[in-house]
Nanobody
């Protein structure tokens, strides 16, 4: 099993930045490196949306809404996933979740149904 705990959410004005963190446990060393991890968000009344993901081969995938503004990264020594968010917009307001896909050879895509384990989420609010 994988446990994930997000942090770093908050309130910011449009144009500002936030860095989300996701500490994960249950996998370590080689297996942690090969874990697929992703960031998702969900606004009230809307479907969960994939933002960025890490594949088992280290490749990254971004949603169009995130390209050029958000950066996903991972510190394997700390077992922590990050999402650096710049140039934030009011439409980025949502609850942000990190998730893990433990399947061998997973691609780190943005389909939330592919992910097995989820954190509790952290709220991001962007005001205009």
């Amino acid at each position: 099993q994988v446990q994930l705990v997000e942090s770093g959410g908050g309130s910011v004005q449009a144009g500002g930045s936030l860095r989300l963190s996701c500490a994960f446990s249950g996998y370590s060393g080689y297996f942690a490196i090969r874990l697929c991890l992703g960031w998702f968000r969900q606004a009230p009344g809307e479907e969960r949306e994939g933002i960025a993901g890490f594949g088992s081969d280290g490749s990254t995938t971004y949603a169009d809404s995130a390209k050029g503004r958000f950066t996903i990264s991972k510190d394997n020594a700390k077992n922590t996933l990050y999402l650096q968010m710049n140039s934030l917009r009011p439409e980025d307001t949502a609850k942000y979740y990190c998730a893990a896909d433990v399947r061998r050879g997973c691609g780190g895509g943005l389909q939330w149904r592919d992910y097995n384990y989820w954190g509790q989420g952290t709220q991001v609010t962007v005001s205009s």
